[in-house]
């Protein structure tokens, strides 16, 4: 019996803090929803985005955002942490 081929592609980890930003920024607008009265979705997913676009745009957020993915993949167990990320403007 022969050994089945296996197919080895280098991981980007790029992708990976894309996906993580993805599930940040879906949270950030079902919160939205959640917490705002008669919150329209079109609005919640300019708000999630103003929010996305402040972590982005911090070098320390986006570090902490690297190192938690960095630790998800090494399996470990990492604790809380609050990101502030300034500016993000006002929920309408």
């Known amino acids: ?18 996906i993580w930003l993805d599930g940040f920024t879906s949270g950030c607008t079902t919160a939205f929803i959640a917490l705002t009265e ?5 609005k919640a997913d300019a708000w999630a ?15 902490n955002v690297r ?3 960095k630790e998800r993949l090494l399996g470990i167990e990492g604790s ?3 990101m502030t990320a300034f500016p993000v403007e006002e929920r309408s």
């Open 1 to 18: 019996m022969s050994e089945p081929k296996v197919h080895l592609q280098k991981l980007d980890a790029s992708v990976l803090v894309e």
């Open 38 to 42: 008669n919150a329209d979705e079109e």
């Open 49 to 63: 985005d103003l929010v996305a676009k402040a972590l982005m745009d911090d070098p320390a957020c986006m570090e």
């Open 67 to 69: 190192n938690e993915v």
């Open 80 to 82: 809380p942490h609050t």
